[in-house]
Nanobody, 129 residues
Framework: QVQLVESGGGLVQAGGSLRLSCTAS????????MGWFRQTPGKEREFVAA????????DYGDSVAGRFTTSRDNAKNTVYLQMNSLKPEDTAVYYC??????????????????????WGQGTQVNVSS
């Protein structure tokens, strides 16, 4: 059983930066990727970013590309989401998720929440104007 723990959320002014962390315990070496999603009340979970454990291939949602960067530290089983130039519309609960990738079809759709097998509890990010 993989357990994910996020940290680093908080309140920041528009234009500021935050770095989120997500540490995975119980992760197997076969785990394919980690993803970041965010959600606001009444809306569907939105893809933010993803990164593969092997090779560090990354992808970003259109709304954050160029402002957010995801990275990983395999030795620490930790992924990071560096968020720069934050906007009020970035306010949301941010989740990290583990994509085991045993099904190849899910590996190609890491932008979908249904592709992921384990989720963290979420961390709140508030960006004030």
């Amino acid at each position: 059983q993989v357990q994910l723990v996020e940290s680093g959320g908080g309140l920041v002014q528009a234009g500021g930066s935050l770095r989120l962390s997500c540490t995975a315990s119980g992760r197997t070496s076969s785990s394919y990727a980690m993803g970041w999603f965010r959600q606001t009340p009444g809306k569907e979970r939105e893809f933010v970013a993803a990164i593969t454990w092997s090779g560090g291939m990354t992808d970003y949602g259109d709304s954050v590309a160029g402002r957010f960067t995801t990275s990983r530290d395999n030795a620490k089983n930790t992924v990071y989401l560096q968020m720069n130039s934050l906007k009020p519309e970035d306010t949301a609960v941010y989740y990290c998720a583990d994509l085991a990738g045993k099904e190849m079809s899910k590996r190609s759709r890491w932008d979908l929440p249904t592709s992921y097998d384990y989720w963290g509890q979420g961390t709140q990010v508030n960006v004030s104007s």
